[in-house]
């Protein structure tokens, strides 16, 4: 009676790491299938993007800043390793009205090819601030004048980014 029952535990435990064998395979296909997609991503659309970031970077800085403001902070950011995106981006203070940085912004963004897509409220933290967020483009590049309203003081009271990737322009 109990050689069947060895004989049954037995075959259950081969048949139970066939399965484990399988299983690793299985896993370890689709691990090494990922790794070549992102791979073969990254050489394939690498160059693309760094081109993009170039282009990105040449079109901010041809954005002539507004006179009386002075910049905060700047972002240029492009990583091989995330090539379907690239930004540069920078916050300015200034004591001029939105009014006025719109206007001075929008005639520079027009002379240089952009063409506007949208003008929206800017909410901070969900709320309305009266803030404002106007995007441009310019084939594939997209670029944005952010206004904070009245959103207490992050040290920077309106901000323009140019990028490639982040929003859809055509």
């Not at 535990?9 to 299985?26: C, G, P, Q, T």
């Not at 933290?125 to 309203?149: F, I, M, N, P, T």
């Not at 009245?150 to 323009?160: E, F, K, Q, T, V």
Request: with cysteine; hydrophobic share 35%.
């Amino acid at each position: 009676m109990e050689l069947p029952t060895l004989d049954r535990l037995a075959k259950e435990a081969e048949k139970e790491n066939r399965k484990k064998k399988v299983s690793w395979k299985v896993g370890f296909a689709w691990f090494a299938l990922c790794l070549l997609i992102f791979i073969g991503d990254r050489v394939v659309h690498g160059s693309r993007g760094e081109q993009y970031h170039k282009q990105a970077q040449r079109e901010f800085y041809a954005i002539a800043p507004l006179p009386s403001a002075s910049a905060m902070f700047t972002t240029d950011h492009y990583s091989p390793w995330n090539s379907h995106k690239a930004y540069v981006y920078a916050g300015y203070k200034t004591d001029s009205p939105y009014s006025a940085i719109h206007d001075f912004y929008d005639h520079e963004l027009v002379a240089l090819g952009w063409h506007q897509v949208e003008d929206r409220p800017y909410p901070a933290s969900g709320r309305d601030s009266g803030g404002r967020q106007v995007s441009y483009c310019k084939g594939e590049l997209s670029a944005w004048l952010a206004y904070a309203g009245a959103i207490p003081d992050r040290g920077w009271n309106y901000a323009l980014d140019v990028s490639w990737g982040v929003e859809k322009c055509k």
